[in-house]
């Protein structure tokens, strides 16, 4: 079955430490994208690409860096500059004229 | 700018109870899609439908329907007979004319179905 797999499902961190989450999709979609979600603020776009080798910053990229190297692959990377990084943080891709499907999301805990 | 807004942060209502849940946008794009989507506890988002701007009919698909209002720029979202598996996070969101696909999405309205 085609999907987005984001691993792992929980992570934690020690301040000042930078993480990378994975995110896996097997849907052949163009474009992917990562969210924030905090409690009471809804999704957030961190940042978006729409073909490899390419991306552009959402609304909060400040702290955060990705790369797309593969069709199939965006990985998120959590920056020690992050001011606040604990987060659930999912991930979503699409092609255009279709809905974003989203990943199981991986919650970052740093403490 | 682009918006939405979902005024309602919570919702309790007893099973077979009938629940709005509302949804607000603001955007100039003249085509545009409004989506809903569902979050259970378990995280991930599940895609409820989409609209385009250009189609205000209403839908239905079982228990579920949107009203898709462009005069009061508004796409509410309405569980008929509600079950306690309805509980979960919707969230409303709004994608633009651009090509990019992104989407905006509201903050969100957690409804809890009691037995």
């Known amino acids: 079955d085609g999907g987005i797999t984001q691993s792992p499902k929980y992570l934690f961190r020690k301040e000042g430490q930078n993480v990378t989450l994975s995110c896996e999709q097997n849907?052949?979609?163009?474009?992917m994208y990562w969210y924030r979600q905090d409690p009471g603020q809804g999704l957030r776009l961190i940042y978006y690409s729409q073909i490899v080798n390419d991306f552009q910053k959402g609304d909060i990229a400040e702290g955060y860096s990705v790369s797309r190297e593969k069709k199939e692959s965006f990985p998120l990377t959590v920056t020690s500059a992050q001011k606040n990084p604990t987060a659930f943080y999912l991930c979503?891709?699409?092609?255009?004229?279709?809905?974003?499907?989203f990943g199981n999301g991986t919650r970052l805990t740093v403490t | 700018a682009q918006k939405v807004t979902q005024a309602q942060t919570e919702i309790s209502v007893v099973e077979k109870e009938d629940v709005t849940l509302d949804c607000v946008y603001e955007t100039r794009d003249t085509t545009y899609y409004l989506f809903w989507y569902k979050q259970p506890p378990s995280g991930e988002l599940v895609f409820l439908i989409r609209?385009?701007?250009?189609?205000?009919q209403n839908e239905i698909s079982g228990r579920y329907s949107w009203n898709f209002q462009k005069s009061t720029s508004s796409f509410n979202f309405t569980i008929t007979a509600s079950q306690v598996v309805d509980s979960a996070v919707y969230f409303c969101?709004?994608?633009?004319?651009?090509?990019?696909?992104?989407?905006?999405f509201g903050q969100g309205t957690t409804l809890q179905v009691k037995p």
């Open positions: 849907l052949n979609h163009d474009a």
């Open positions: 969101a709004l994608r633009g004319s651009s090509n990019t696909g992104k989407l905006i």
């Open positions: 609209r385009n701007s250009f189609d205000e």
């Open positions: 979503a891709s699409s092609t255009w004229g279709t809905p974003l499907h």
